[in-house]
Each structure stands twice: as structure tokens, then as C-alpha cells.
């Protein structure tokens, strides 16, 4: 099973609402990652989690607060978002920070930000 | 910090010919190379993973090399059929142990039937 899975597939949120972007992977991988792409636009590292703990944070804003409750297992905490927020959210997993193999993404989550 | 080029920004070809996509990258320090598809609207599919240590990899119609010295990779496509029309990202993984990867813009395929 090389499969990550995200949802919802597609989210639309008020300003003021709270909502939560999911990712899941069953390979066993140890670092998970979240990357948001504008349209037409390539993917952008936003967080890397190694052994559920956060590693990199690419001085995303604290409205995204990300959360790995286990090893399978990547949420994305939404708050107070912008319109300029609207994006594909791309989650992928790979087997370990220290082991440079490759990276296996989701299919994303379709965020609008009305 | 790592930049990742794509040249061409766009292609369109009859079907049936063999093309080649570009992808140069500023710091030769990286740990791998990956190529990836994505078709409009999702996400992205993992085609090919080049190694540092690695000079090529083959799949299918697919053969991926890399000069790491200078800062480049190529992806060949082998007798293109409109099924391949997608956009092909080429990303790096630089440096250290804690790095995602860096992508570069995209070159957008068309295979014209």
C-alpha cells in the first residue's frame, strides 16, 4: 500500500470558522509533511514532522497549527483565515528524514476561503 | 538556498515523438531528485527518483538522468501518447536531514493526437 489519503477533498470556509484538513498514511513512514500550491504555482513546504515531531515550521502563519497524534496520522488545524488562504493542500509521507528515499503524496484538499 | 528551473515552461507535440523536459538546480549539495506528474486540479503522482550517487533511472517510456555536478537532470519521454499530457515538477531534496523538497515551476505537456 503506497497510498496517502486526505480529507476532506474539498473545503469551503468562512473567515471566522475553525476547520481541520486530515492526512493519512499506512506505510509505516516516519516523517510527514505538509505543502500548499497556489494555482499554477508549484508545491511550498509550509511543515515537516519526523517521528511526530515538528521539525521545520517555514515561518507559516499561526493560523495553520499542524498536529501529528501518531505515526499514521497528519492533521492541519485552520483559523482566522485569509482569502489569499485558498490553495491545494498537499499532504506526503516518506519513509524517514534520515533516509533520503522518495516522498509519496496525497491527492489534496481543495481549500476556498470566502 | 536551493532554486529549481524547468525549461520549457510549456510544450505542445504530436504524439508518437520523443521529448525531453529540463531541470537545473543552484546547490549541487542534494540528497535526491524526484520527477513528478500532476494532472489539473490533483495531486501528484511520483514518477522517478534519482539518488545522488545515481546517474539515471528508467521506467516504462521513462528514463531520468542526473548531473549532479552541474546542476541538471533531464527527463525523457519515449513515444508520447496523449494520456502523458499533464505537467511534470521536478524537486529536489537538498542538504540535511530535515528538508522537504523544492520544487521547480512545472513544464505543462500536451500531446496532441
Given at each position: 500500500d503506497t497510498e496517502v489519503t486526505q480529507t476532506p477533498k474539498h473545503l469551503v470556509m468562512g473567515m471566522t470558522n475553525k476547520k481541520s484538513l486530515k492526512c493519512e498514511q499506512h506505510?509505516?513512514?516516519r516523517a510527514m509533511y505538509w505543502y500548499k500550491q497556489k494555482a499554477k504555482k508549484p508545491p511550498e513546504l509550509m511543515f515537516v514532522y519526523s517521528y511526530e515531531k515538528?521539525?521545520?515550521?517555514?515561518?507559516?502563519?499561526?493560523?495553520f497549527s499542524p498536529e501529528c497524534p501518531n505515526s499514521s496520522l497528519l492533521n492541519l488545524h485552520l483559523h482566522?483565515?485569509?482569502?489569499?488562504?485558498s490553495a491545494l493542500y498537499l499532504c506526503a509521507s516518506s519513509r524517514g528524514l534520515a533516509d533520503p528515499r522518495e516522498q509519496y503524496f496525497g491527492p489534496g484538499t481543495r481549500l476556498t476561503v470566502t | 538556498k536551493q532554486e529549481v528551473t524547468q525549461i520549457p515552461a510549456a510544450l505542445s507535440v504530436p504524439e508518437g515523438e520523443n521529448l525531453v523536459l529540463n531541470c537545473s538546480f543552484t546547490?549541487?549539495?542534494?540528497?535526491n531528485l524526484q520527477w513528478f506528474r500532476q494532472d489539473p486540479g490533483k495531486g501528484l503522482t511520483s514518477l522517478l527518483l534519482i539518488q545522488s550517487s545515481q546517474r539515471e533511472q528508467t521506467s516504462g517510456r521513462l528514463n531520468a538522468s542526473l548531473d549532479k555536478s552541474s546542476g541538471r537532470s533531464t527527463l525523457y519521454i519515449a513515444?508520447?501518447?496523449?494520456?502523458?499530457s499533464a505537467t511534470y515538477l521536478c524537486a529536489v531534496r537538498s542538504g540535511g536531514g530535515a528538508d522537504g523538497l523544492t520544487f521547480g515551476k512545472g513544464t505543462h505537456l500536451i500531446i496532441q493526437p
Amino acid at each position: 500500500d503506497t497510498e496517502v489519503t486526505q480529507t476532506p477533498k474539498h473545503l469551503v470556509m468562512g473567515m471566522t470558522n475553525k476547520k481541520s484538513l486530515k492526512c493519512e498514511q499506512h506505510m509505516g513512514h516516519r516523517a510527514m509533511y505538509w505543502y500548499k500550491q497556489k494555482a499554477k504555482k508549484p508545491p511550498e513546504l509550509m511543515f515537516v514532522y519526523s517521528y511526530e515531531k515538528l521539525s521545520i515550521n517555514e515561518s507559516v502563519p499561526s493560523r495553520f497549527s499542524p498536529e501529528c497524534p501518531n505515526s499514521s496520522l497528519l492533521n492541519l488545524h485552520l483559523h482566522a483565515l485569509q482569502p489569499e488562504d485558498s490553495a491545494l493542500y498537499l499532504c506526503a509521507s516518506s519513509r524517514g528524514l534520515a533516509d533520503p528515499r522518495e516522498q509519496y503524496f496525497g491527492p489534496g484538499t481543495r481549500l476556498t476561503v470566502t | 538556498k536551493q532554486e529549481v528551473t524547468q525549461i520549457p515552461a510549456a510544450l505542445s507535440v504530436p504524439e508518437g515523438e520523443n521529448l525531453v523536459l529540463n531541470c537545473s538546480f543552484t546547490d549541487s549539495a542534494i540528497y535526491n531528485l524526484q520527477w513528478f506528474r500532476q494532472d489539473p486540479g490533483k495531486g501528484l503522482t511520483s514518477l522517478l527518483l534519482i539518488q545522488s550517487s545515481q546517474r539515471e533511472q528508467t521506467s516504462g517510456r521513462l528514463n531520468a538522468s542526473l548531473d549532479k555536478s552541474s546542476g541538471r537532470s533531464t527527463l525523457y519521454i519515449a513515444a508520447s501518447q496523449p494520456g502523458d499530457s499533464a505537467t511534470y515538477l521536478c524537486a529536489v531534496r537538498s542538504g540535511g536531514g530535515a528538508d522537504g523538497l523544492t520544487f521547480g515551476k512545472g513544464t505543462h505537456l500536451i500531446i496532441q493526437p
